[in-house]
């Protein structure tokens, strides 16, 4: 059973940093073909991908968030992260991690990420 487990959000101030991270657990084998995202969730809004990454180190990015987040994976450590950088009080929303493999698609419970002074 594979579970995705995130970490790292919180309040930031406009301008601040945040890391995320997100754990897999139960498939370490799978885990290193996946593709790994993080999307996000603002409140009347829809899940949209911020950034995703192959199995093979690709990656893709929402355009708002391009040259402030950066996305990177450890297959050692089955871990994803996205880095955020120059956050905006836009950003704020609940981001879940996703894997995809296959036909197989799952998904974290979510951090909260609040950006505001």
């Known amino acids: 059973q594979v579970q995705l487990v995130e970490s790292g959000g919180g309040l930031a101030q406009p301008g601040g940093s945040l890391r995320l991270s997100c754990v897999c657990v139960?498939?370490?084998?799978?885990?290193?073909?996946?593709?790994m995202g993080w999307y996000r969730q603002a409140p009347g809004k829809e899940r949209e991908l911020v950034a995703n990454i192959s199995g093979v180190g690709t990656t893709n990015y929402l355009d708002s968030v391009k040259g402030r987040f950066t996305i990177s994976r450890d297959n050692v450590e089955n871990t994803v992260f996205l880095q955020m950088n120059s956050l905006k009080p836009e950003d704020t929303a609940v981001y879940y991690c996703?894997?995809?493999?296959?036909?197989?698609?799952?998904w974290g419970k979510g951090t909260l990420v609040t950006v505001s002074s």
């Open positions: 139960g498939s370490r084998i799978i885990f290193s073909f996946s593709t």
């Open positions: 996703n894997q995809i493999y296959g036909v197989m698609n799952y």
